[in-house]
C-alpha cells in the first residue's frame, strides 16, 4: 500500500517560512511527477507547483519566487520551501503523486492527508 504524508505545516507570520515535506511509503519502485496542491476555505484545490520527471519545474503566478519545489528521489520525499507567505497563503496544502509505480504495477491518483498552513499576525 502506497501512502504520501505530508508535514510541516503550521502558523507563522506574514514574511515568514515554512518547508512543508511529503513522504511517500509503502511498496513503491518509481514515482513519476509529483505536486503541491492547496485549498484555502471556500474555494476550490489548486496546482501550487509540479516537478516532473525530466526536472521541468512549474508554478502558479502567484507563488513565483517565493516557493521552491524539490524531491529527494532516494528518500521518496517532496519538498515544498514557501518564503515570504502572505495571508493569501493560508490553506491546508496536499501532496500528490499521479502515477506510482509498485513492484507488481501502479497505483495512480495518490494524495496526502493535508497540512494546514496559516498565515497571520
Known sequence: QVQLVESGGGLVQPGGSLRLSCAASGSIFSIDSMAWYRQAPGKSRELVAAIFTDGYISYIDSVKGRFTI???????????????????????????????????????DTWGQGTQVTVSS
Open 70 to 108: 524539490s524531491r529527494d528521489n532516494a528518500k521518496n520525499t517532496l519538498y515544498l520551501q514557501m518564503n515570504s507567505l502572505e495571508p493569501e497563503d493560508t490553506a491546508v496544502y496536499f501532496c500528490h503523486a499521479p502515477v506510482v509505480r509498485t513492484p507488481t504495477g501502479f497505483k495512480l
